[in-house]
């Protein structure tokens, strides 16, 4: 078992990585009101088993829906109706989605509880729960509308994995292969030499990617927890072009995929503009293909719509008048932040969509 602890934001957030970590609950919770926020398909037993208090269940779907900010203040308004206080709970148990939910109404009541996510599915154990950004979608556009909070503890019980199904596996992949590509070069030759390993689901390797990718982005965000900086940037690699995908196809392309496609056409773009190294473009499209993951508009088999995207674009929370902040490669484990201008990033998308 693997434990990181960090300060970030005036915050201490414990991170514990490792088969059974759930245990680890017993010493962290006791007692008070909990909230416990579980995904409909996720069996909870061993989490209720091990906390200690008067816990108050909520399912949801773990579903893109679930990120409604009407769905969200629902739930604050449970927390008022039961008088939660600031020294209580709210634990989640599910994806992604579930603990931005999470993380958003535990920053907005009583301006902050305790806050422990528990992500069952790879994507939320290397990106989601981590971080301390929460979003909530408004009128169909994906977070934009989020605060940023630190959970206490989030605790990545390798368990959960095992019945995981392989296309949610290998969602949760691609914000994996995303550390190695714009940040960690040694972390790069490793997923590219375990590949047999990690996509079976070996122990040792999946508590290798697990804990690396969050110490990765624990060590990002304790450096500009706030997005200040301009250094937080690089985690959204693959997101300014995944995330219109995504949103342009009503979220029918599932996140990683999005984001694995988004990844390759940055980086496509990013030796377009002169900043990153054009072998970088075999590298990473190599990578991606040997995680089963998408490299052209083809492999998501479902058909966007490219005026979408570019109106996605637009949206882009990045955006800052006719710019877009984008995180670009310069080789792989290494970046640069990019004011694009907007005209320049419609042309490019115009061209490689079609």
């Not at 408004?138 to 909070?149: E, L, M, P, Q, S």
């Not at 990002?220 to 997005?227: A, F, G, Q, T």
């Not at 990473?284 to 996605?312: F, G, H, Q």
């Amino acid at each position: 078992m693997n434990v990181l602890e960090e300060e970030i934001c005036c915050r201490r957030t414990k991170v514990v990585v490792g088969r059974n970590a759930v245990e680890y609950l017993r010493n962290e919770v006791r007692g008070g009101k909990v909230i416990l926020i579980k995904q409909k398909a996720v069996d909870v037993n061993r989490v209720v088993k091990v906390l200690d208090g008067e816990v108050y269940e909520i399912t949801l779907e773990g579903v893109e829906q679930d990120k409604d900010i009407e769905k969200a203040f629902s739930i604050v308004n449970y927390m008022y109706s039961i008088g939660m206080q600031r020294n209580d709970y709210v634990v989640a148990v599910g994806g992604g989605t579930l603990t931005d939910v999470a993380g958003f109404i535990s920053s907005l009541y009583m301006r902050g509880v305790k806050l422990v996510n528990i992500p069952t599915t790879l994507l939320g154990m290397v990106d989601a729960a981590l971080g301390g950004k929460n979003g909530v979608n408004f009128r169909g556009v994906k977070n934009i509308i989020g605060t940023f909070y630190q959970p206490d503890l989030v605790v990545a019980d390798l368990g959960f994995l095992d019945t995981l199904p392989q296309e949610e596996y290998l969602n949760g992949l691609a914000e994996v292969v995303k550390y190695g590509i714009s940040l960690d070069r040694g972390f790069f030759d490793y997923l590219r030499d375990h590949v047999d390993e990690v996509l079976k689901k070996k122990d040792e390797a999946v508590e290798y990617m697990v804990y690396r990718s969050m110490k990765n982005k624990l060590g990002i965000v304790k450096e500009d927890p706030l997005e200040l900086k301009g250094v937080r940037i690089v985690l959204n690699f693959g997101h300014t072009f995944g995330h219109a995908i995504e949103s342009a196809s009503g979220f029918t392309v599932k996140h990683g995929k999005a984001v694995a496609l988004g990844m390759a056409m940055e980086t496509m773009f990013g030796v377009e503009i002169g900043a990153t190294k054009e072998y970088c473009i075999e590298l990473v499209v190599d990578m991606l293909r040997r995680y089963d993951l998408p490299t052209s508009m083809e492999d998501l088999e479902v058909d966007v719509d490219m005026k979408k995207v570019i109106e996605a674009v637009n949206r882009d929370k990045k955006r800052y008048g006719g710019s877009i902040s984008m995180p670009i490669l310069i080789d792989i484990g290494s970046w640069i932040r990019v004011d694009v201008p907007l005209d320049k990033v419609v042309g490019y998308l115009s061209k490689w969509i079609g």
